[in-house]
Antibody, heavy 119, light 109 residues
Framework: QVQLVQSGAEVKKPGASVKVSCKAS????????ISWVRQAPGQGLEWMGW????????NYAQKLQGRVTMTTDTSTSTAYMELRSLRSDDTAVYYC????????????WGQGTMVTVSS | QSALTQPASVSGSPGQSITISCTGT?????????VSWYQQHPGKAPKLMIY???NRPSGVSNRFSGSKSGNTASLTISGLQAEDEADYYC?????????FGGGTKLTVL
């Protein structure tokens, strides 16, 4: 079945970096994009950006420009999101989501990866 | 961009209908027909319920419907069921970006 499976929870110190993976299966990876969305504890959803799995084009949320990098590995159908210079307010569940069945609407989601930033 | 404005909570009894509003500006909700709605149960990933203002993905109950007037989009759930109790988020495209609403907690009484 179509699914996105993310890497496990991470605990990082302030100033460190984290890289979350998102492995796709059940569909042609390069026919869609991947968006990343995060959710701080008890808070709402925040779009982080998008990457085309076809050609690697990216579009990042202005707020995260310079700290986030999204990449894909088409040989393994895996998308990655790296966030640098972590702060305590980056503590959140990070989701990857398939983007492309509909414009800027996400029909398949990963299970989420908890990233905790704490000294 | 500022988050879209949703009521913090709504409630209804089984069988009733409820509507959740999502207010933005002419730069997002009012400017594009790219409003989506997501349902999120506690500890779970969001689920797409409505895309392009009023379209349902395959498998989503026709009890869920979406509409838009000006800068405000709405999600209506008819024939409320216990399993509809969840958080609901709207989102809208806006100049090469995406903005979400703050979320609405639906309680089924």
């Amino acid at each position: 079945q179509v699914q996105l499976v993310q890497s496990g929870a991470e605990v990082k110190k302030p100033g460190a970096s984290v890289k979350v993976s998102c492995k796709a299966s059940g569909y042609t990876f390069t026919s869609y994009g991947i968006s990343w969305v995060r959710q701080a504890p008890g808070q709402g959803l925040e779009w982080m950006g998008w990457i085309s799995a076809y050609n690697g084009n990216t579009n990042y949320a202005q707020k995260l420009q310079g700290r986030v990098t999204m990449t894909t590995d088409t040989s393994t159908s895996t998308a990655y999101m790296e966030l640098r210079s972590l702060r305590s307010d980056d503590t959140a569940v990070y989701y990857c989501a398939r983007d492309g069945s509909y414009f800027m609407a996400f029909d398949i989601w990963g299970q989420g990866t908890m990233v905790t930033v704490s000294s | 961009q500022s988050a879209l404005t949703q009521p913090a909570s709504v409630s209804g009894s089984p069988g009733q209908s409820i509507t959740i509003s999502c207010t933005g500006t002419s730069s997002d909700v009012g400017g594009y027909n790219y409003v989506s709605w997501y349902q999120q149960h506690p500890g779970k990933a969001p689920k797409l319920m409505i895309y392009d203002v009023s379209n349902r993905p395959s498998g989503v109950s026709n009890r869920f419907s979406g509409s838009k007037s000006g800068n405000t989009a709405s999600l209506t759930i008819s024939g409320l069921q216990a399993e509809d109790e969840a958080d609901y988020y709207c989102s809208s495209y806006t100049s090469s970006s995406l903005v979400f609403g703050g979320g609405t907690k639906l309680t089924v009484l």
